[in-house]
């Protein structure tokens, strides 16, 4: 089946633009979480939703945010883009909560911020 | 809150050779714990991961780590590297109420020589 797909892979935004990321979890995974990795800070959690809800949220600034929807797709924005903001964002989706399944991540979406 | 220590950025082995990769970690509970790797572009994939039991966890591609609670350790070996090993190995610790929120390593990339 298929893994977890997130679009777009790769783009290029201005300081002070927007931009939102998409991700489709593997079918049946109702769970969904973000995070971030940069050279300088690693792997940093950014929020986990579940059933349309957020569970959890990382220490990121109020510009990022994000949703699930019912079909268990989620999108996450971030808001006023600054330069420390490229990185590469990625998606993982697992059954449901704990950690007895498996996070299933996706190849990531590669924002550069000029 | 929990923290994750790889302390070695880089390792380079011959191919063949055996591998140990280093994790600490800071978590005041039982810690739920995971060994990832991600080749260039892509995402992560799950090598192991350990929750509780027996402290020796065998995963996939022949790796294998090792819990030791006294040395807050959870070290990632492998008997005989192959050249296709070549990737960055990341330690990642979990708490039981944090869902999907995993605290990851700073990473250790490996390099395979012929």
């Known amino acids: 089946k298929a893994g977890v797909t997130q679009t777009p892979r790769y783009l290029i935004k201005t300081r002070g633009q927007q931009v939102t990321l998409s991700c489709s979890p593997i079918?049946?995974?109702?769970?969904v979480s973000w995070y971030q990795q940069t050279p300088g800070q690693g792997l940093q959690f950014l929020f986990e939703?579940?059933?349309?809800?957020?569970?959890n949220k990382g220490n990121f600034p109020g510009r990022f945010s994000g949703r699930q929807f019912s079909n268990s797709r989620s999108e996450m924005n971030v808001s006023t883009l600054e330069l420390g903001d490229s990185a590469l964002y990625l998606c993982?989706?697992?059954?449901?909560?704990?950690?007895?399944?498996?996070?299933?991540f996706g190849e990531g979406s590669r924002l550069t911020v000029l | 809150a929990q923290s994750v220590t790889q302390p070695d950025i880089h390792i380079t082995v011959s191919e063949g050779a055996s591998l140990e990769l280093r994790c600490n970690y800071s978590?005041?509970?039982?810690?739920?714990l995971f060994w990832y790797v991600q080749s260039p572009g892509q995402g992560l994939q799950l090598l192991l991961k350990?929750?509780?039991?027996?402290?020796l966890v065998q995963g996939i591609k022949g790796f294998e780590a090792e819990f030791k609670r006294s040395q807050s350790s959870f070290n990632l070996r492998k008997p005989s590297v192959h050249w296709s090993d070549a990737a960055e190995y990341f330690c990642?610790?979990?708490?039981?109420?944090?869902?999907?929120?995993?605290?990851f390593g700073g990473g250790t990339r490996l390099m395979v020589k012929p």
């Open positions: 350990y929750f509780s039991g027996d402290t």
């Open positions: 939703y579940f059933s349309e809800t957020q569970r």
């Open positions: 978590y005041g509970a039982t810690p739920y």
């Open positions: 079918s049946g995974h109702r769970s």
């Open positions: 990642a610790v979990g708490a039981n109420n944090a869902g999907n929120m995993l605290t």
């Open positions: 993982a989706s697992r059954i449901g909560q704990g950690h007895t399944g498996e996070l299933f």
